[in-house]
């Protein structure tokens, strides 16, 4: 066995780190990344090469334990500052082991705050993956189905995006009993998706809940996605007898 490892992280030049409590022998050369579903193998020293998927390590033959989760939420945010279009992550297996998640990324803005009060929805959030930004900017509401989209003010300052849209629009004339809306950042013709993914939160869908308003008999309410994107659903309800 190689020991457990204290730190195992991805950094943001996608180089893996991994750290022992005292000297194990050997050279990074020895830790071997394994893709979880093809079975195709290779060394840990050029992260660039890895397909999309998961991949875990070992080391002489043996699995990595490591008791690192494998990030910080401050070190989510400082790799999300550069600009790049594939995230490698490590993260710590149920069984105690590394492995390293890869998948393809675009820009997008990552959701920090969500107000929905006063017959408005306002967002606050930060570019990730992307190059900031500045100047006027739409919060644009697209139905998945049907209405034509609806947007409303905002801003970008630097990788700040701050922007807000009414609900009373997005309600008028809804006929058909739920639309789901999806919320985008657009500045200059570019749309941006809103999302929050820089946490340790899973499943939001069913645990994290938004207040909802009320525009007649359309009950308005943001959510997040099963891919923790923020969107809008708005319901018909009965009258009550």
Same mark, same amino acid.
């Given at each position: 066995?190689?020991?457990?490892?204290?730190?195992?992280?991805v950094?943001?030049?996608?180089?893996?780190? +991994? *750290?022992?409590?005292?000297?194990?022998?050997?050279?990074?050369a020895? +830790?071997?990344?394994?893709?979880?579903?093809t079975?195709?193998?290779?060394?840990?020293?050029?992260?660039?090469? =890895?397909?999309?998927?998961?991949w875990?390590?070992?080391?002489?033959?043996? &699995? +990595?334990?490591t008791?690192?989760?494998? #990030?910080?939420?401050d070190g989510?945010?400082? $790799?999300?500052?550069t600009?790049?279009?594939?995230?490698?992550?490590?993260f710590?297996?149920?069984?105690?082991?590394?492995?390293?998640?890869?998948?393809?990324?675009?820009? $997008?803005?990552?959701?920090?705050?969500?107000t %929905?009060?006063?017959?408005v929805i306002e967002? *606050?959030g /930060?570019?990730? $993956?992307?190059? @900031?930004?500045r100047?006027? /900017? !739409?919060?644009?509401?697209?139905a998945?189905?049907?209405?034509e &989209?609806?947007?409303?003010? /905002?801003? #970008?300052?630097?990788?700040w995006f701050e922007?807000?849209? *009414?609900?009373?629009?997005?309600?008028?004339?809804?006929? !058909?009993?739920?639309? #789901?809306?999806? =919320? $985008? %950042?657009?500045?200059?013709?570019? !749309?941006? @998706?809103?999302?929050?993914? =820089?946490?340790? +939160?899973?499943?939001?869908?069913?645990?994290?809940? #938004? @207040?909802?308003? !009320?525009?007649?008999?359309?009950r308005?309410?943001?959510?997040?996605?099963?891919?923790?994107? =923020?969107?809008?659903a708005?319901s018909?309800?009965? /009258?009550?007898?």
């Amino acid at each position: 066995m190689s020991g457990r490892a204290v730190t195992s992280r991805v950094g943001d030049d996608d180089t893996l780190r +991994i *750290e022992w409590p005292e000297p194990t022998g050997g050279s990074d050369a020895e +830790i071997v990344l394994r893709h979880v579903e093809t079975g195709e193998e290779c060394g840990a020293t050029d992260l660039t090469v =890895l397909s999309a998927g998961v991949w875990m390590a070992s080391r002489d033959g043996e &699995p +990595i334990v490591t008791d690192d989760p494998g #990030f910080s939420l401050d070190g989510l945010w400082s $790799y999300a500052e550069t600009r790049r279009n594939r995230e490698i992550r490590a993260f710590r297996t149920s069984h105690g082991t590394l492995g390293l998640q890869v998948r393809e990324v675009e820009p $997008y803005v990552e959701v920090i705050r969500v107000t %929905a009060e006063d017959g408005v929805i306002e967002v *606050e959030g /930060a570019i990730a $993956y992307g190059e @900031p930004i500045r100047g006027a /900017a !739409r919060l644009v509401a697209v139905a998945r189905r049907g209405p034509e &989209p609806v947007s409303g003010p /905002a801003s #970008f300052q630097g990788r700040w995006f701050e922007g807000g849209v *009414e609900i009373a629009p997005m309600a008028e004339g809804q006929v !058909r009993r739920r639309v #789901f809306w999806d =919320l $985008y %950042a657009e500045i200059s013709g570019m !749309r941006l @998706p809103l999302a929050t993914r =820089l946490d340790d +939160i899973t499943d939001k869908k069913t645990k994290v809940r #938004f @207040p909802a308003q !009320r525009v007649g008999q359309v009950r308005v309410r943001p959510y997040y996605t099963e891919t923790d994107s =923020l969107a809008v659903a708005l319901s018909i309800e009965e /009258a009550s007898s």
